[in-house]
């Protein structure tokens, strides 16, 4: 049997009925053959009609059934009344002076997202985003000052690379070079209060025969969630990024308010059990640069010892000021001898170029003007329309 079970208010169009049609963006080929087989394709047809949607989604980055051609033209008609491949809506994209986007992107439940795409001459990050929102309110962050509203779905997660991949032309999936040759897990929220759907979203990236970035091109950034860091090592072997901005308790204690959780001590053994962490993998410690906060040459120093047996590398990153933001920026003084003394010690420590400033893109300034809704705000604005 290779066709799908007729839905005769589906094929009518009814809105409210194709609203709630499946997203097969955040799939799995597993994931699509038992929707496939729910809707009525016997195990083996689903099995190769799965594989079929998997290539045409995340290979060829097709955002239309009609257009694929591998699929019968029957099964292509049948498609969009029970699946939907569709992207997210663009709410802005800006552009910096610098060449770097910035996507406020809108899911259905009116929630948006910002991701940033940060292009070199022959290669580019992407900056991802995972949750709506963030629960962590680091107090340098500008995502830090938004309430969690919720997490990300996996579909939600890849759907980010799915447009900024439209925006740049980048279909099919390169072999060779791309402009989107890196992702890092950055954006809004952290990644490890929602492994699951990250994990989901980067296991389906990772595939060879979809957008098939490789796991050495990923870099996952977490604020210090100690008990899933090994776990992401096990399962993903990213690289891992380590939110750590301060070498004692007490600072990190408000800058970083998960410390008073997973003090310096635990989050550091972690790194050191870390199980894709190597010489040649190192493990990358980030440090906002805060003016007679945490850039002394004492703390400096002290850096160096904490990374003692640890395979790293230390990225200072100049704080970038937003609306409200009660910190300012180091001197250049102060973060080249900063930068020397932990060169000096052999870790290397490169002082990150801050990146589309002007568009409110650089890191630590990404914010969405999402807001949780309550349930009874929700019944009360369906009543009133």
């Known amino acids: 049997m290779d066709h799908l079970i007729p839905d005769v208010e589906a094929v009518d169009r009814n809105p409210e009925l194709l609203a709630i049609r499946k997203n097969l ?88 997202v910002e991701s940033v795409h940060i292009p070199e001459e022959d290669r580019g990050a992407l900056c991802v985003s995972s949750q709506v929102g963030c629960t962590l309110t680091c107090s340098f962050c500008h995502t830090g000052t938004m309430k969690l509203v919720r997490n990300l779905t996996a579909g939600e997660i890849i759907a980010q690379m799915l447009v900024a991949r439209d925006t740049i032309g980048e279909w099919p999936s390169p072999k060779g070079e791309r402009m989107i040759s890196n992702i890092v897990m950055m954006g809004m929220g952290e990644p490890l209060l929602n492994y699951d759907n990250v994990a989901k979203a980067l296991k389906i990236i990772m595939d060879g025969e979809g957008i098939s ?110 609306p409200g933001s009660q910190y300012k920026c180091s001197s250049n003084n102060a973060i080249h001898r900063f930068a020397k003394i932990v060169n000096d010690a052999g870790y290397s420590s490169p002082v990150r170029v801050p990146r589309g400033r002007d568009i409110m893109a650089a890191c630590g300034q990404l914010k969405s003007e999402s807001t949780k809704i309550r349930a009874s705000e929700r019944k009360a604005a369906a009543a009133a329309s």
């Open 213 to 322: 970035l490789s796991k050495r091109r990923i870099t996952l950034s977490t604020s210090g969630v100690v008990p899933k860091i090994h776990q992401c090592g096990e399962e993903l072997g990213v690289n891992l990024a380590i939110s750590l901005h301060a070498v004692s308790n007490d600072v990190r204690d408000v800058l970083v308010p998960i410390n008073k959780r997973y003090p310096i001590k635990e989050l550091l053994q972690a790194c050191k059990d870390y199980p894709s962490s190597n010489n040649a993998r190192r493990i990358t410690f980030e440090y906002v640069m805060l003016d007679g906060v945490n850039d002394s040459p004492a703390e400096a120093r002290e850096l160096v010892r904490l990374l003692k047996d640890i395979p790293a590398k230390v990225n200072l990153i100049p704080f970038n000021p937003w």
């Open 25 to 112: 963006i955040g799939m799995t080929r597993a994931d699509m053959a038992e929707a496939l087989q729910e809707n009525g394709l016997d195990a083996k047809a689903a099995k190769m009609r799965a594989r079929q949607l998997f290539h045409w989604l995340y290979y060829r980055g097709t955002s239309d059934f009609a257009d694929m051609t591998s699929i019968s033209k029957e099964m292509r008609s049948e498609l969009p009344d029970h699946f939907t491949v569709a992207r997210p809506e663009i709410t802005s994209l800006q552009q910096s002076t610098d060449g770097t986007r910035k996507w406020l992107v809108k899911f259905p439940d009116g929630q948006e």
